[in-house]
């Protein structure tokens, strides 16, 4: 006999919107006659192994629409990646529970995970369908147009550029605003959405997907700084040179490792302290100055994408609805159709786990420093309304007199 019961989790970065794919699921599987109890762990898998469970079957409707609309995520998150042992685990759990739908919301390596636990509910035999729904603002999971979470990030990086651009106006300078993105660089690219004339900033922008020549960054600036009489620069925390080592790694004395042996890019301030030590020492401009995105971009309250809030709630009924009306796990993918409107479909988990997408080259410029009218065309719509603008005097000379 069915017990009717359903599991969500969270897990990787928070971002805006990542509650309204949780609350998506609650509330489509409130309609659903056979669902008789809706969990949620506590700080996703390792909430799971734990048996940390809230029962969300007891959350008004009223105050899940609240929590939809709040960044972050609300059952708590983790940075664990299970390997098969610890998958066994999560299964053992969620067959203890009586658990017949799993649903975990997260980017590539929870995924694989739910790829995993559902192997390992398939070689026991047990009834238990396993959905992947996605995040990310790295927006680098494989077979979707875009991610939830990445256009509400890229609204913020954007708005960040542009009021960097600006202040770097009144004040001539180096800016260097490093944003988050290991190995894709959509995050960063974002920053080009900030311009509004042609001399603005970010004047160079650079990407993971190209290596990096310090000789030929520090040329690049020159350049600019010669031309504009400032620079503006986006520089993605994943920058490498030909080997694949990390420029922060390069340039740093000591070198930070997160749990996983990578090294720690998100959230230091390295590498643009690093990069502005190396504009003022080589290129002998004063005025530099660096900022870390860091944390910001992920889960900022105030700079949400409403489409990106639409399409993270409609991912999580989806998810629900392909549960509940098909006879195999997946994950769930964003498809664009026309401009602009989007589709869903479920995609087969071994083709989204463990990978990772990276920036198209038809969305890189020939120069490697910006991005072309394609990514601009692409990312726009997903910005969403209200993206505020920034305008500029029309400057009427008054004759000199004394300083002619």
């Not at 649903?103 to 035999?125: H, L, M, P, Q, W």
């Not at 042609?198 to 990096?212: A, S």
């Not at 301030?269 to 900022?291: H, M, N, P, Q």
């Not at 989806?318 to 479909?345: C, H, L, P």
Request: aromatic share 8%; proline share 3%.
């Amino acid at each position: 006999m069915s017990s009717g019961k359903i599991l969500v989790a969270q897990g990787g970065g928070p971002t805006a919107v990542i509650n309204q794919s949780m609350v998506g699921v609650v509330l489509e599987a409130r309609r659903f006659r056979n669902v008789t109890r809706i969990y949620g762990a506590l700080h996703g898998v390792r909430g799971i192994v734990n048996e940390d469970f809230v029962d969300l079957t007891q959350e008004t409707s009223h105050n899940l629409e609240l929590v939809g609309a709040t960044p972050s995520s609300a059952l708590g998150s983790t940075r664990d990646k299970p390997d098969i042992a610890y998958c066994q685990k999560i299964f053992a759990v969620l067959r203890a529970h009586e658990i017949e739908h799993f649903f975990y919301i997260g980017g590539n390596d929870s995924s694989d995970t739910v790829r995993i636990v559902a192997e390992e509910a398939a070689k026991a035999g047990y009834p238990l369908r396993c959905i992947h729904i996605p995040k990310t603002i790295d927006n680098d999971l494989v077979g979707n147009d875009h991610t939830p979470g990445f256009p509400s990030a890229a609204r913020f990086v954007a708005q960040a550029f542009a009021g960097a651009n600006l202040d770097n106006a009144a004040l001539p300078g180096v800016y260097v605003g490093v944003v988050m993105g290991r190995h894709a660089g959509f995050l960063t690219a974002a920053a080009a959405l900030g311009k509004k004339f042609p001399d603005d900033g970010p004047h160079l922008i650079y990407l993971p997907e190209r290596v990096f020549v310090l000789e030929n960054f520090l040329a690049d600036v020159k350049r600019t700084y010669e031309q504009y009489g400032r620079c503006v620069i986006a520089v993605s925390e994943g920058i490498h040179d030909a080997s694949g080592e990390a420029i922060a790694s390069l340039l740093a004395a000591e070198v930070e490792r997160d749990a996983h042996g990578n090294v720690q890019l998100s959230g230091t301030g390295a590498l643009a302290d690093l990069l502005c030590d190396e504009i003022k020492s080589k290129l002998g401009i004063k005025r530099v100055r660096g900022d870390t995105f860091g944390y910001l971009q992920r889960s900022f309250i105030g700079c949400v994408s409403d489409v990106d809030q639409r399409e993270a709630r409609e991912v999580g009924e989806k998810a629900v609805q392909f549960a509940m009306w098909g006879d195999r796990n997946g994950s769930v993918a964003i498809k664009r159709t026309g401009f602009y409107s989007v589709d869903y479909e479920l995609m087969a988990l071994e083709d989204v786990a463990g990978k990772t997408r990276v920036m198209e080259d038809a969305f890189i410029s020939a120069s490697g420093t910006d991005v072309t009218d394609a990514f601009r065309l692409y990312l726009r719509p997903l910005l969403g309304s209200g993206m505020p603008d920034a305008y500029r005097l029309r400057h009427a000379p008054v004759e000199k007199i004394l300083n002619k």
